[in-house]
């Protein structure tokens, strides 16, 4: 392996792994399956990579593209941590713990799209992008999130937004 | 931006979120490198095993379609024969006497042609056509590579057009044909048939003479 990309690895492994556990919701083994998996397409890309201005963001939506494609090839599949797994973890504030919470019970896909927008702030447009789905799904698919998410969390006042206006919108 | 949206982007960006502690990452990235590397290796030997077999495929079928290709050998022996030049001659002074048809042929381009039981000589077309077969008894000519031959029948009462073509009919299904100058024989009676009768073949040594289709 190549010394700096191994570098590359050593000190972006950590965020990833994180970011892994937010679009799984929880699932450890698979949040390390995707950081792997991740690594290795930046890897086989590394001559682009190490160019690249932003590379943490770069990594980050190729793993969410990575669990994008996976979940719509799994969809009756489970991947969502055991609960004991989760209770261990849960030391933050209690509002921490609701959106954690919430966010474990989201399908994979309506995560996917909430993390991508919340974390990286982008529009609906450029998760699609991201995708490779129309921004029809993206849309979609976050106002459902969002929906569940009011749900999960007893949030009854509606939002002063427009029914399935999540986050910037596409014309942003 | 609503507070659901607030508290959603403050946690996925410095939540506090598990993280789990994989310890052999970075060999598991080098392991999956590796494991990428050979199956490419893989991929290309088997496209060039694959790119290969093709090419002795090809080799092979390219081979066999040459077998089909036309073979002269195969093709019948007669089929290039052509008549290189007719004669209708008169023997005598009388006009009511046959007179003579004679087809020189030029012989095939690969195999020896036989004249024989069964070469057919035709005249003219439609009603008034009219032919004659090589006779069984007649000894068979073989009209060999550049070789040349003549071949004769006897011909009376001509009522049909003035320039008919004559042919000839090869028992191998070939033929061969040309047109006659105005030399036919007279109309002796036009309710009687024009008779047509063979009467030799042999071979030629061609120098001219008759008349060039």
């Known amino acids: 392996m190549d010394a700096e990309f191994a570098a590359f690895v050593a000190a972006k492994q950590h965020g990833l792994l994180r ?42 939506r190729t793993m969410t593209r990575l669990w994008w494609t996976r979940s719509k090839r799994d969809r009756r599949e489970q991947l969502r941590a055991e609960p004991e797994e989760r ?51 993206v849309k979609s698919q976050a106002s459902r999130g969002m929906a569940s998410l009011r749900r999960l969390m007893g949030v009854h006042v509606p939002d002063q937004r427009p029914e399935g206006a999540v986050g910037r919108s596409v014309d942003e | 931006m609503s507070d659901l949206e607030r508290q959603l982007t403050a946690f996925v960006r410095d939540g506090d979120v598990p993280v789990p502690h994989v310890p052999d990452l970075l060999e598991r990235v080098a392991a999956g490198q590796r494991r990428h590397r050979q199956r490419r290796v893989a991929g290309l030997v088997a496209a060039a095993c694959v790119v ?35 004669g209708v001659t008169t023997p005598g002074p009388d006009a009511a006497m046959a007179q003579e048809l004679a087809l020189v042929l030029d012989g095939p381009a690969a195999r020896p042609c036989t004249l024989g039981r069964g070469v057919r000589i035709t005249v003219g077309s439609g009603a008034s056509t009219t032919s004659t077969t090589v006779p069984a008894t ?32 090869f028992p191998d299904g070939s033929s061969a044909e040309a047109r006659l100058d105005h030399d036919t024989p007279a109309c002796t009676d036009p309710a009687t048939p024009s008779v047509l009768e063979f009467r030799t073949a042999q071979l030629a040594d061609v120098q001219g003479g008759g008349r060039r289709p």
């Open chain 1, 19 to 60: 970011y892994g556990m937010l679009l799984t919701g929880g699932d450890p083994h698979t949040a390390a399956d995707l950081t792997q998996e991740t690594f290795l397409r930046l890897g086989r890309r590394w001559r682009h990579v190490r160019d690249v201005e932003h590379q943490d963001a770069y990594a980050r």
């Open chain 1, 87 to 137: 209770a261990a973890a849960e030391t933050g504030p209690d509002w921490e713990s609701d959106v954690w919470a919430a966010l474990q019970q989201l399908p994979p896909r309506q995560r996917a799209v909430l993390v991508l927008r919340y974390y990286e702030d982008c529009s609906e447009r450029e998760i699609a992008e991201v995708l490779h789905c129309r921004p029809g799904t």
């Open chain 2, 52 to 86: 290969a077999g093709l090419g002795v495929a090809g080799v092979v079928l390219r081979d066999a379609g040459d077998d089909r290709a036309p073979n002269p050998a195969a093709s019948p022996a007669c089929g290039s024969v052509t008549i290189q030049s007719t």
């Open chain 2, 138 to 169: 007649f000894t068979p000519v073989s009209l060999g590579v550049g070789q040349h031959a003549a071949v004769h029948a006897t011909w009376r009462n001509w009522c049909g057009e003035a320039s008919p073509v004559a042919r000839i009919d």
